[in-house]
């Protein structure tokens, strides 16, 4: 991983949770490096850019992605 991925959520956590933060949300790493297994991710509403939460996070409760999945599109 590395600075402005596109990662996802693919792991509960309380702490996640209590962020606001739930499995299958999408956010992109902050931090240049991690620490201590942790990244800093900024997770955003995908539709108005609205901030979520601003977090540390396992590197195992990540999936980075090369761009949005198409299924996560609202359909016109």
Do not use: C, R
Not at 50 to 76: S, T
């Amino acid at each position: 991983m590395k600075y402005l991925d596109l990662v996802e959520l693919i792991n509960e956590k309380e702490s996640y949770k209590n962020a606001g933060v739930k499995k299958g949300d999408f956010g992109a790493i902050m931090s240049e490096t991690q620490i201590n297994g942790k990244w800093q991710v900024i997770f955003s509403e995908f539709y108005t850019g609205k901030d979520i939460a601003n977090i540390m996070v396992l590197e195992e409760d990540l999936k980075v992605h090369d761009f949005m999945p198409l299924n996560k599109y609202l359909k016109q």
